[in-house]
């Protein structure tokens, strides 16, 4: 049995939404250490420039807005030109909102669920022709969508497009695992806990308090992002299909007995 070349991504193309910083960044840098060439994108070209520059040079921006289905196809078709085929996709890119339910606004729905959710759809679907082209019999092409641990149990907070969003991406992995199968490309999801992040500001910056309810004791680290997205990516994760992949240092599946009031 040959495990030294388990989690190898030797020769891989991949491409992460939302990599310039966050569990977008951890992931591409992952990938990167792997072995992989990463087209890391977001709206902020600056962003995404200084980060392909801080990762070297198997790290390229790819900076587009992908919250319409025109800013999808976009993409799909800049990394075309760039690369034949694509083996890992990770659909990151992700927002937040949060306000009272009385006065949640319709942008705050449309936002979050235009992200969260039609893009990944859509960015997948434009994609589909360069994960085919990548797919072998003993290789299947990747896909990996970055939901929530907020997608299978409530937090405290009134985001309730996000929990929703999040929700509907876990969901959406199986119908497409489901249909992209046949193809040869596997799609999975992660589920991330608490992980330090312009988005999750309270683990940034108050990570010991956030720690507090959280049974393994601490916030996520980029390394537990990375190497779950690497088992995922990688052919150690060859055999998993469908599957939401909870990272949360134990929140969901252990959180017996756990105080939150300090
Ligand atoms: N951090 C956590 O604790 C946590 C927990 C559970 C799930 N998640 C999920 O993890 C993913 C990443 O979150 P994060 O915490 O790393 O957030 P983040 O730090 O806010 O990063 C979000 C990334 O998405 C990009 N982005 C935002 N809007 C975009 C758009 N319209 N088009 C293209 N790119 C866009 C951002 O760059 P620009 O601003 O330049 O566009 C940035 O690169 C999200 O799906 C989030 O829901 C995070």
Redesign the pocket.
Not at 92 to 96: D, V, W
Not at 197 to 200: D, F, G, L, V
């Given at each position: 049995m040959d495990t030294h070349s388990l989690f190898s991504l030797e020769g891989r193309v991949a491409l992460v939404?939302?990599?310039?910083?966050?569990?977008?960044r951890m992931i591409a840098e992952g990938f990167i250490a792997q072995g992989a060439r990463v087209y890391i994108?977001?709206?902020?070209a600056d962003?995404c420039a200084e980060t392909a520059a801080a990762l070297g040079a198997s790290c390229i921006a790819l900076p587009?807005?992908?919250?319409t289905v025109e800013g999808c196809r976009l993409l799909a078709s800049q990394f075309g030109e760039q690369e034949p085929a694509l083996d890992i996709l990770v659909n990151?890119?992700?927002?937040?909102w949060g306000q009272p339910f009385d006065t949640f606004p319709e942008k705050g729905w449309d936002r979050v669920m235009d992200?969260?959710v039609k893009s990944p759809f859509f960015l997948t679907q434009a994609l589909h022709g360069a994960l085919r082209n990548a797919a072998k019999p003993d290789r299947p092409a990747k896909v990996i969508n970055?939901g929530?641990?907020?997608g299978l149990q409530l937090n405290l907070w009134e985001t309730y497009s996000y929990h929703a969003s999040k929700a509907a991406i876990h969901h959406l992995t199986r119908r497409l695992a489901a249909l992209m199968i046949r193809d040869g490309i596997n799609v999975t999801a992660i589920a991330?806990?608490?992980?330090a992040?312009?988005?999750?500001r309270a683990?940034r910056d108050h990570g010991d308090i956030v720690a507090k309810a959280v049974p393994a004791g601490r916030i996520g680290r980029a390394e537990d992002m990375a190497a779950a997205a690497i088992y995922l990516a990688s052919r150690g994760g060859d055999y998993v299909v469908g599957e939401v992949l909870c990272v949360d240092g134990g929140v969901v599946n252990a959180a017996l007995n756990i105080r939150i009031d300090g």
């Open positions: 939404t939302g990599g310039s910083r966050g569990i977008g994108s977001s709206r902020k962003a587009m807005d992908i919250s990151n890119a992700g927002f937040a992200l969260n970055i929530s641990i907020d991330p806990g608490a992980f992040s312009e988005m999750n683990a």
